[in-house]
């Protein structure tokens, strides 16, 4: 009885660090969030200089002729774009994904200003090597770029690490990217 209870607690804790590890590897298995990043994927002047040769309107800008396109809202219209990026039914974005500069950060990269950026240079994230590559080879998020991603994220760039299915209505899609120039102004 003596020997049972020795390899029972053994047991124990060997299924209470089994069940630990587990718990702390299920993120990235199920989101391919990494625990730690701390690291910078390119500084400023690096990302300057992947957009200086490309001409990108100020999408934040009230007198740039995109942000010209963008409604006045009613707050029905408002809470309706809104909703796009915060419900399950619409975007489920905001699961991950941030807007605000001083919002923390949550297992995706914050979308603060992402128009006009390459992809795959915000600060504190670990973009898999589809996302780097896609950067290396001059992809700029843009509200079209944009669109065609939430669209059909494995589609759009093969093995990056969203685990979400494309949105294939276009008006959510739209009120999502809508919102995302509205709010990280």
Known sequence: MK???KTAKKRHWLLIIILLSTSFYLPFLI??????????????????????????????????????????????QKLLEENAFKNWDGGKCRFCHTV???????????????FGKPAGVSKNFTYSKALIQQRESGL?????????????????IPGNRMRVEGIEDAETRQ??????????K
């Open 140 to 156: 700029i998020w843009t509200p079209e770029t944009m669109d065609g991603f939430i669209s059909n994220p494995q589609g759009y």
């Open 31 to 76: 989101f391919g969030a990494y625990p730690f990043a701390t690291k910078i994927n390119l500084p400023e002047d690096a990302i300057k200089e992947l957009t200086s040769d490309k001409y990108l309107p100020n999408y934040y800008e009230s007198t740039s002729s995109y942000q010209g396109a963008l409604p006045e809202l009613t707050e029905e």
């Open 175 to 184: 009120l999502i990217i809508n919102h995302l120039l509205r709010e990280s």
């Open 100 to 114: 605000k500069s001083d919002d923390r950060d949550r297992m995706a990269p914050n979308l603060n200003k992402i």
């Open 3 to 5: 020997k049972y209870l």
